[in-house]
């Protein structure tokens, strides 16, 4: 259940522009949603998924929620993916 979550969470290019951007270093929820076209209520849930997918996680700092990226759980699936390509035949 977890890998369908996770694909599932990638699947929308919204949340992999999110991920992107957290590549950079954690940011508010304020700093993400000014970064979009979208309502504030649209990003909320889009961060809901990602964090239900494990693939970002929140830290509360008094008014504000900021988000991080878990690049633990991405190293895991560019594993697993790597596994199914298998090995090149020059290998």
Avoid at 23 to 30: C, D, I, L, P, T
Avoid at 33 to 38: E, G, I, M, N
Avoid at 50 to 56: T, V
């Amino acid at each position: 259940m977890a890998l369908q979550n996770t694909l599932k969470a990638l699947s929308d290019p919204i949340r992999r522009e999110i991920l992107t951007m957290l590549k950079e270093g954690r940011m508010s929820a304020g700093e993400i949603v000014d970064k979009f076209p979208v309502t504030g209520a649209s990003i909320s849930r889009h961060l809901s998924v990602l964090k239900d997918a494990d693939l970002i996680r929140d830290t509360r700092e008094g008014k504000f929620i900021y988000y991080e990226l878990n690049a633990s759980v991405l190293e895991e699936i560019m594993l697993w993916l790597s596994e199914l390509k298998g090995k090149e035949k020059d290998d």
